[in-house]
T-cell receptor, first 112, second 113 residues
Framework: DAEITQSPRHKIIETGRQVTLACHQT?????MFWYRQDLGHGLRLIHY???????NKGEVSDGYSVSRSNTEDLPLTLESAASSQTSVYFC???????????FGEGSRLTVL | AQSVTQLGSHVSVSEGALVLLRCNYS??????LFWYVQYPNQGLQLLLK??????LVKGINGFEAEFKKSETSFHLTKPSAHMSDAAEYFC???????????FGQGTRLTINP
């Protein structure tokens, strides 16, 4: 069965460190997204990609970057982690024009 | 810009009672609308979606939602709550044909025995 997997599922890092969250999907979807989930804010879009070598900023992109070198992967990098980036991060993918997102199980990041 | 407002961050109902979760949207173009459910420590799963066909949409687990353009609403209902319905529910909107979803803040549903 096709799926979308995230790693690591849990991570604790120190302020100022760099960390990369991996996202891998086997749906062969062109569209991939990164959201963060925080209490009272729902899900907020960080970055998204509509295909290989395409990346776009979402509403909360500051401090984050992504790259898309193939269809399957969209890693999310925090260049210098801040405590405000403590959150649960969700990767998702979708077929074009359907809008239906398929989510990974999330990565819980704690920045101390 | 599109937005979604979910009325009530926490809803509590008795087992067997009607479930009603409210969602209002704002969109300058005809929208696609979605309800997702999130169980503890899991990702989100699609419950149902409206994509400009029938205004009453049926989803999984007995849930349904009605698109009301005049009220800019897409409320989620289920006639009889079950303990397994306890979860967080998210309403989301996108442009027709566009790819990005904008989510509401979520509503946590608690079922009382």
């Amino acid at each position: 069965d096709a799926e979308i997997t995230q790693s690591p599922r849990h991570k604790i890092i120190e302020t100022g460190r760099q960390v990369t969250l991996a996202c891998h999907q086997t749906w062969n979807h062109n569209n991939m997204f990164w959201y963060r989930q925080d209490l009272g804010h729902g899900l907020r879009l960080i970055h998204y990609s509509y295909g290989v070598h395409d990346t776009n900023k979402g509403e909360v992109s500051d401090g984050y970057s992504v790259s898309r070198s193939n269809t399957e992967d969209l890693p999310l990098t925090l260049e210098s982690a801040a405590s405000s980036q403590t959150s649960v991060y969700f990767c998702a993918s979708s077929e074009e024009h359907t809008g239906e997102l398929f989510f990974g199980e999330g990565s819980r990041l704690t920045v101390l | 810009a599109q937005s979604v407002t979910q009325l009530g961050s926490h809803v509590s109902v008795s087992e067997g009672a009607l479930v009603l979760l409210r969602c209002n949207y704002s969109s300058s173009v005809p929208p696609y609308l979605f309800w997702y459910v999130q169980y503890p420590n899991q990702g989100l799963q699609l419950l149902l979606k409206y994509t400009s066909a029938a205004t009453l949409v049926k989803g999984i687990n007995g849930f349904e939602a009605e698109f009301k353009k005049s009220e800019t609403s897409f409320h989620l209902t289920k006639p009889s709550a079950h303990m397994s319905d306890a979860a967080e529910y998210f309403c989301a909107v996108s442009n027709q044909g566009a790819q990005k979803l904008v989510f509401g803040q979520g509503t946590r549903l608690t079922i009382n025995p």
